[in-house]
């Protein structure tokens, strides 16, 4: 049974950073292209970025130039480090397999606030 963790979220003031973890169990981790998305309160799941099996990202048009996702086969994890985040950046966030079937982590809630 494949799991996804997610951990790093809080609470952090506009301009700040914070680094997601996303940790997978239970399979073949390299072969997957990742994703993580986010939801806002009252809002749909929005895509944030994802990254494929050999490293090739894509990122929403609003963090471009401000998230990195990245990842490490050997740790089994996916990272998302967020910097220069903004208030409309809270949200609940989600780490996602994007291929070989999808599957969700339970989210981590990212508050950004003074």
């Known amino acids: 049974q494949v799991q996804l963790v997610e951990s790093g979220g809080g609470l952090v003031q506009p301009g700040g950073s914070l680094r997601l973890s996303c940790a997978a169990s239970?399979?073949?981790?390299?072969?997957?292209?990742m994703g993580w998305y986010r939801q806002a309160p009252g809002k749909q799941r929005d895509l944030v970025a994802t990254?494929?099996?050999?490293?090739?990202?894509n990122y929403a048009d609003s963090v471009k130039g401000r998230f990195t996702i990245s990842r490490d086969n050997a740790k089994n994890t996916v990272y998302l480090q967020m910097n220069s985040l903004k208030p409309k950046d809270t949200a609940v966030y989600y780490c996602?397999?994007?291929?070989?079937?999808?599957?969700w982590g339970q989210g981590t809630l990212v508050i950004v606030s003074s």
């Open positions: 239970g399979s073949i981790f390299r072969i997957y292209a």
């Open positions: 990254i494929t099996s050999g490293g090739s990202t």
């Open positions: 996602h397999r994007e291929t070989g079937g999808s599957i």
